[in-house]
């Protein structure tokens, strides 16, 4: 990993003589690097991550654990223990959301939203069973942009994929009014309720799955289709919303023909190849200090044979990185990030910039006792 992180900063430094406005290469956007050293309690993939006060809330599912690293130290302060069993015991956690740092929710697979403290002691469960109409649950996941979002004033808000388990024959407008996607949680009553808001039926043009990345500004959520470039701004009300097509030369070779695909007769290899052939959004950010949208997407190309697709799909070999003006969502820039070095679905957004991690497991400099982390600052990119 050294090796490679060296050229990579020379190549950041070196490019700093070039007209960065007009530079196609995101290394050129690079300035930090960090490396944390971690130990095998510390998976090197995560599928939730969240920053939160200068401290960095990491998932190790292998081990049910949130390690918690101090950025500006370069060191692991605490870690949490998610108990399956016993007086603090939550069952099987689908992610976290850090409120504060002694308030931190815990979707699990018993249709509860639990509450543990900074300790990992339980505090309180919040059932939802009765809201999830097709018995989907909902988790919080920096995978696919599925985390829970708030709107800084006691509430969160959860997305419920009732959608994207319909088959394409019940897939119509009756079940657009049925299955509304964003279920609210009042953190002072307890309550759990569904926002007004329904999924706009221009989707159903596509014929295709329906589901959702999702972040939010200081007002609004941003939802993303995954099959299309329809992004929708709904406010935190429910009420009102405005649908946008995002502008891409990278995201753009979207396709039914997996949706509409004999999948219950194929193998799970198949069906991930299948898959992974046609574009797809991997997920959005909005970053509230640089006054940006990141949008991570897939532009669609084969497997190769070698390749294992489940692996592949937890990390594919690369991504694109589509930023967006998000007072009118114009398009500002895109980039193609180099393949086996950055792993999909892990970012988050700091004061400094866009942080991502080149920890790829088929980077042949990979150091599984070192977390690294990337900025970069695209702030000199907005017209």
Avoid at 105 to 124: D, R
Avoid at 180 to 201: A, C, D, Q, R, V
């Amino acid at each position: 990993m050294k090796k490679i992180l060296i050229i990579l900063s020379f190549a950041g430094i070196f490019s700093c003589s070039t007209n960065k406005e007009s530079s196609n290469n995101p290394l050129d956007y690079l300035i930090d690097t960090k490396i944390i050293p971690i130990d095998r309690k510390t998976d090197t993939y995560t599928r939730t991550l969240q920053y939160v006060d200068g401290n960095l809330y990491w998932w190790n599912p292998n081990r049910e654990t949130i390690s918690i690293f101090d950025l500006s130290k370069k060191i692991l302060i605490n870690t949490i223990k998610i108990e399956r069993d016993g007086p603090n015991g939550l069952g099987n956690p689908l992610g976290f959301y850090v409120l504060n740092a002694d308030s931190i929710y815990i979707p699990t697979m018993a249709y509860e939203l639990s509450l543990i403290n900074s300790k990992g002691k339980w505090v309180a469960d919040y059932d939802y069973h009765n809201y999830s109409k097709l018995g989907v649950l909902a988790a919080s996941m920096t995978r696919y942009s599925n985390m829970i979002e708030t709107n800084n004033a006691g509430i969160l808000y959860l997305i419920i994929r009732d959608l994207e388990i319909l088959s394409p024959s019940d897939l119509n407008e009756e079940a657009l009014q049925n299955y509304p996607p964003i279920l609210s949680f009042n953190t002072l009553t307890g309550n759990f309720e569904y926002l007004n808001f329904k999924t706009p039926s221009s989707l159903l043009k596509f014929k295709n799955f329906i589901n959702f990345g999702v972040t939010a500004t200081t007002s609004k959520m941003l939802l993303l289709n995954y099959q299309s470039n329809t992004l929708i701004e709904v406010d935190f009300n429910g009420i009102d919303y405005k649908e946008y097509n995002l502008d891409s030369e990278l995201i753009k070779n979207f396709s039914n023909e997996y949706y509409n695909s004999s999948r219950m007769s194929q193998s799970i290899d198949e069906n991930i190849r299948m898959s992974f052939v046609s574009s797809k959004n991997l997920g959005l950010y909005f970053d509230s200090y640089k006054n940006l949208l990141y949008r991570f997407g897939w532009p669609g190309e084969e497997i190769k044979k070698d390749e294992d697709p489940m692996q592949f799909s937890s990390s594919p070999t690369y991504f694109t990185i589509s930023i967006y003006d998000p007072s009118d969502f114009s398009l500002i820039k895109e980039f193609i990030l180099p393949r086996n070095t950055y792993l999909a679905h892990h970012y988050f957004v700091n004061d400094k910039g866009l942080n991502l991690f080149p920890m790829h497991p088929n980077n042949a400099e990979f150091n599984e006792d070192e977390m690294v982390i990337h900025t970069f600052d695209f702030s000199s990119l907005k017209p």
